[in-house]
């Protein structure tokens, strides 16, 4: 399609595609949570949740509470995961039939306190723990406390995190994440006298470590079209592209700058071109200075000089160009948002994750 400004285009087609692969790497029966935090990774989270439900994923996962509360009011109906609620969330939590992942005895204790005003016996939850990235969970030597804390109303799955799933040599490490995991459930069913469902396994484990799916898997990068190993890449497809035109066109001579703080100077008569794109819109300010670059026709252009809040200025001088030409900064089939990351070395997690909801977004299925 022809562009008129910035835009995200949101490929339905491809995120259909990445699903069924990934559903392929894992057996019939094994539930699929597709995790649609930060904006469903920076597309669009009703859009993408509204066609996954349709697609007949069990689960989705949101980071936040508000996340969660926003689609149900946009009429999603299946069960969403809280990844990292609050202590004041949980009044919200259950109104809109959320459910929470309970990872501290802290937040636990809100939890069963919110549950007591609303009169509630049992309400559906889930546990996490940590089994070596160190970033939320209880742990091993909890389990006997804990236990006795939610003996009266028994958690819904437990899971974990790997955090490294994507590199075999920490395979190493991954496996331990895993016995840790599963010497947690053992431990725990023991305590509790009754079987748990579980999950554990993210976009890399889905394609590393199939073998241990459990009862559900959890996707989220994988859907929008990214296996961390190019071996995915004819597998996986991209499901946004990143679009914008040329504003303006200017000639300069050599020793003029060219934006703030004369982050550029021309060493000889130079063609540049102004961009209405920046970092507010989430391509940041690591991308100046010649380390990003774009791509106009078939040919890659530089972004010189400091990157500004809504414009950035490319280098054309060896293009041939005219104002209101499309200028791609990653899409699905040219130039991935893996290679433009990695010229600023960041990844694409944060580059996609970071697009403002103030660009235009067209849905294409």
């Not at 899971?159 to 599963?182: M, P, R």
């Not at 996707?219 to 929008?224: A, E, K, R």
């Not at 004369?262 to 071109?273: L, P």
């Not at 890659?300 to 950035?312: E, F, P, R, S, T």
Request: net charge positive.
């Amino acid at each position: 399609m022809s562009i008129k400004e910035t835009t995200v285009e949101i490929k339905l087609k491809n995120l259909k595609n990445n699903l069924d692969y990934l559903k392929s790497q894992i057996n019939s029966q094994t539930k699929f949570m597709a995790v649609v935090k930060a904006f469903s990774y920076g597309s669009d989270s009703r859009v993408v949740s509204k066609e996954l439900e349709q697609l007949g994923v069990n689960y989705l996962a949101v980071a936040y509470t508000q996340e969660g509360v926003d689609l149900r009011k946009f009429g999603i109906k299946i069960p969403i995961l809280v990844l990292h609620p609050q202590e004041n969330d949980f009044k919200e939590i259950i109104l809109n039939q959320l459910e929470p992942s309970i990872y501290s005895f802290r937040i636990l204790s809100f939890f069963i306190e919110a549950l007591k005003n609303k009169n509630k016996t049992s309400y559906p939850y889930q546990i996490k723990f940590n089994t070596g990235l160190n970033r939320l969970g209880f742990l091993k030597k909890d389990i006997d406390k804990l236990s006795q804390l939610i003996k009266p109303n028994l958690p819904k799955y437990i899971f974990s995190h790997l955090g490294a799933s994507e590199d075999l040599d920490e395979k190493k490490y991954t496996e331990k994440q895993i016995e840790e995991f599963i010497s947690i459930d053992k431990a725990l069913e023991n305590k509790l006298t009754t079987p748990l469902k579980k999950h554990l396994l993210n976009t890399s484990g889905i394609l590393n470590f199939s073998e241990y799916q459990f009862d559900m898997v959890r996707s989220g990068i994988g859907l929008y079209g990214f296996g961390n190993d190019i071996k995915y890449e004819n597998n996986l497809k991209p499901v946004l592209s990143l679009k914008t035109i040329i504003s303006q066109i200017h000639e300069i001579k050599a020793g003029s700058s060219v934006g703030y703080n004369k982050g550029f100077t021309a060493k000889a008569n130079s063609v540049i071109a102004t961009l209405p794109i920046g970092h507010a819109d989430g391509i940041g300010r690591q991308y100046g200075n010649k380390k990003g670059e774009v791509l106009l026709g078939d040919k890659m252009a530089k972004i010189v000089g400091n990157v500004c809040m809504d414009m950035l200025m490319i280098d054309v001088t060896e293009i041939k160009c005219k104002e209101g030409d499309e200028v791609v900064f990653f899409d699905d089939n040219s130039y991935s948002a893996e290679e433009f990351s990695k010229k600023a070395n960041t990844i694409s997690y944060e580059l996609i994750s970071s697009i403002s909801r103030r660009i235009k977004r067209v849905v294409i299925k």
